[in-house]
């Protein structure tokens, strides 16, 4: 473009005034093996930033101290009430089976009131917590808002979710943080347990740690700004931060053990 078309586009005429384009919604997802310091990483993001946030597990809290009730607009839904349930039911269905819910009863006494309250039957435990967060960050997708979750990202599922975002015109940010021996992770959810959090076993924190890593590339590549921390000692570090999959930023001086098998330093060193 040459210097004088470019000063055409910036200098509209008189009297015709410009409207900016709406601001893109956002999705942040903080990612990485239990017990690597997800949530920290969160409380150093402004609140603009992370518009809702989704987390299952103060979910499942809500749902044990209310009887199954999970208001539904405290969770950024605003939508028509008949048309959200129609959309969490069929997000139920495609989510549920993968954690062994009974779908077939759950949809049968699921309500939502004009209010956006919704009621669910129990038992109220981490699987149906897991399942109703990701119904809710569907109908979030739906309606265009900007959200934040946490995920061990263990799975190929949350890399699909972050695609249909960017798909449907979401700025997508990655924040992966990661130890560099699963056996950190297992000593702080052990001590994260005494004081109160969910227990998890010590099998599934290093089969996750290793599944995790193994996808933090991928999602890198969905992302549109990614930022990788190390929490192997008292605070994080910022190892790297990856932009549109093509362009890798480092700090040499922090570059950990774990990040250096990972198929995201292979492809560019």
Not at 3 to 25: I, N, W
Not at 78 to 97: H, Y
Request: hydrophobic share 40%; with cysteine.
């Amino acid at each position: 473009m040459s210097s004088k078309a470019a000063d055409s586009e910036r200098a509209p005429k008189a009297g015709k005034p410009t409207l900016s384009p709406p601001a893109k919604p956002r999705l942040r997802v903080l990612a990485g093996p239990n017990g690597s310091g997800k949530s920290t990483i969160k409380l150093n993001l402004k609140p603009q930033w992370i518009g809702v946030f989704v987390n299952a597990d103060e979910m499942e809290k809500v749902l044990n101290a209310s009887g199954g009730f999970l208001t539904l607009r405290d969770l950024g839904v605003t939508g028509e009430p008949d048309m959200v349930l129609k959309r969490i039911k069929k997000s139920l269905q495609t989510f549920g089976l993968k954690k062994g819910i009974d779908i077939p009863a759950l949809l049968a006494e699921i309500r939502l009131d004009e209010a956006l309250t919704l009621w669910v039957p129990g038992p109220y435990n981490s699987y149906l917590a897991a399942t109703l967060a990701d119904a809710v960050r569907q109908e979030l997708l739906n309606e265009g808002k900007t959200f934040t979750f946490e995920t061990v990202m263990s799975h190929r599922s949350k890399i699909d979710f972050m695609r249909e975002a960017r798909e449907r015109g979401y700025r997508v940010y990655l924040y992966f943080v990661a130890t560099d021996d699963p056996t950190i992770n297992i000593d702080r959810v052990h001590r994260r347990v005494l004081q109160g959090g969910h227990p998890v076993s010590d099998d599934k924190i290093i089969s996750r740690y290793h599944r995790s890593i193994a996808l933090m590339t991928e999602a890198c590549e969905v992302a549109h700004r990614a930022y990788i921390f190390d929490n192997s000692g008292a605070k994080h570090k910022l190892l790297a931060e990856v932009s549109d999959a093509d362009t890798l930023r480092l700090d040499a001086s922090v570059i950990n053990p774990w990040f250096l098998e990972t198929d995201l330093w292979k492809t560019f060193f």
